[in-house]
């Protein structure tokens, strides 16, 4: 049984999308029927479920990526999804679809490339970023979504993503070719930006606020820089006592005349007229707060910030030196393929997008890095519209812009 499983598995099975759907469902049937049969001689064998019917094939999945088998593809996913409706409760699918009865760091490697073979790429340009996703967040809530998988093994599984995205992408330098790898690509930073998107979520971060990735929690200290006029904030007299009580204030003025030390003119909100300056008073930032009480978790709630901030700034890094580095110069631009260039702008947006570049700015910094090849792009468009020379590299040099900057052709528009 187990062999004519898998046979069956790779056969061809025609282009009729019905027929395809009643030939997969009948498979998946008889592949539970197995697995309930084994498991009734020998608990155990639920362990090497995926093994008997020939899914946890990490080189039959990577397959289903190539150009020209979309149709396996979508075989391998309604097989799977099939099989997987047959069993309850997401911790027994856990356990079956990884091997193992409790596994505490399932294999990256198997869920990627499933993940990476599930996308969506027909007609792919028309596709929206949730048309092309749909499959792997089928797929993924039915393993129990984000609850069903710790955030280590999420980074770790956008660790791998990455590890095979660059593979390629050397391959295409060393070969000269893209053609035959470009669905591996486009797929590949899909699942990466899905990836981080489940870690991080979209990165949105107010002047006053900070985004914890579980609740978002008020700041109580406000950064002088951040403050602009019209800001509401609280007042305190006593910037060291916590049981201070606080006034709402409104920022009339930012004042710069002693720059980098700002100070402002504020005037309690409510509490007078506007344009009465007699009710206005100046003060420096420490006495101001975002909120009207003292935050009791401060403490933890920054340990909290702290820890996801350093995520999203590996995040950012390991994006930036392994795929994007170097490779949107203007030079490199001219001298490699349109849909090359497009997936590495688009890595761009989800690191922008994802984690907001929140790491230290300056010479040899990802925020610099980044900066530095946008404004590149942008220049090297302005320049050549100044000319009237619009060019191949022109168009390639602004589409590549807007990627970058949250159009998004592969990944979440931002």
Same mark, same amino acid.
């Given at each position: 049984s187990s062999s004519s499983l898998k046979k069956e598995l790779i056969s061809e099975q025609g282009k009729d999308d019905a027929l395809i759907d009643l030939i997969c469902h009948s498979w998946s049937e008889r592949a539970w029927r197995l697995h309930q049969l084994c498991t009734t001689v020998n608990e155990s064998f639920s362990q090497s479920t995926m093994a008997l019917i020939g899914l946890d094939d990490v080189e039959l999945?990577?397959?289903?990526?190539? !150009?020209?088998?979309?149709?396996?593809? !979508?075989?391998?996913?309604?097989?799977?999804?099939?099989?997987?409706?047959?069993?309850?409760g997401t911790d027994i699918r856990r356990k079956i679809f990884w091997g193992q009865i409790e596994p505490e760091f399932p294999p990256t490697k198997l869920m990627v490339h499933v993940l990476v073979a599930l996308i969506d790429t027909s007609k792919i340009l028309l596709r929206s970023m949730e048309r092309r996703v749909s499959r792997i967040r089928q797929f993924w809530e039915l393993l129990g979504g984000k609850d069903g998988s710790s955030p280590e093994f999420i980074e770790a599984c956008c660790r791998e993503v990455v590890h095979h995205l660059s593979s390629i992408v050397q391959v295409i330098y060393d070969e000269n070719k893209s053609e035959e790898h470009f669905s591996h690509l486009t797929r590949g930073i899909s699942v990466l930006d899905f990836l981080a998107g489940i870690l991080f979520g979209k990165f949105e971060r107010?002047?006053?606020?900070?985004?914890?990735?579980?609740?978002?929690?008020?700041?109580d200290d406000v950064n002088a820089s951040?403050?602009?006029?019209?800001?509401?904030?609280?007042?305190?007299?006593?910037?060291?006592?916590?049981?201070?009580?606080?006034?709402?204030?409104?920022?009339?003025?930012v004042h710069r005349d002693d720059f980098p030390n700002l100070y402002f003119t504020i005037r309690e909100e409510g509490g007078a007229i506007a344009g009465d300056t007699a009710s206005e008073r100046q003060t420096v930032a420490n006495r101001l707060k975002a909120q009207q009480f003292p935050v009791q978790n401060e403490t933890k709630t920054a340990v909290r910030v702290k820890e996801t901030d350093r995520k999203r700034q590996n995040f950012e890094e390991l994006i930036l030196k392994h795929l994007v580095k170097s490779r949107l110069a203007i030079p490199s631009?001219?001298?490699?393929?349109?849909?090359?260039?497009?997936?590495?702008?688009?890595?761009?947006?989800?690191?922008?997008?994802?984690?907001?570049?929140?790491?230290?700015?300056?010479? %040899?910094?990802?925020?610099?890095?980044?900066?530095?090849?946008?404004?590149?792009?942008?220049?090297?468009?302005?320049?050549?519209?100044?000319?009237?020379?619009?060019?191949? %590299?022109?168009?390639?040099?602004?589409?590549?812009?807007?990627?970058?900057?949250?159009?998004?052709f592969f990944t979440e528009s931002s």
């Open positions: 999945w990577k397959s289903c990526a190539e !150009e020209g088998n979309a149709k396996r593809a !979508e075989c391998f996913y309604l097989c799977l999804m099939h099989f997987l409706h047959n069993i309850e107010t002047r006053h606020e900070v985004d914890s990735g579980e609740e978002k929690a008020l700041a951040n403050i602009v006029e019209g800001d509401i904030l609280w007042y305190v007299k006593d910037a060291t006592s916590k049981d201070e009580k606080r006034m709402k204030v409104k920022v009339v003025k631009l001219q001298g490699q393929p349109h849909s090359l260039s497009q997936i590495f702008a688009d890595c761009i947006n989800t690191a922008i997008s994802r984690c907001g570049l929140t790491g230290k700015a300056g010479l %040899g910094s990802v925020h610099y890095d980044v900066f530095h090849i946008i404004t590149s792009l942008e220049k090297f468009v302005c320049d050549s519209i100044a000319r009237g020379d619009i060019s191949d %590299g022109t168009t390639v040099a602004l589409s590549c812009l807007a990627s970058a900057m949250g159009y998004g």
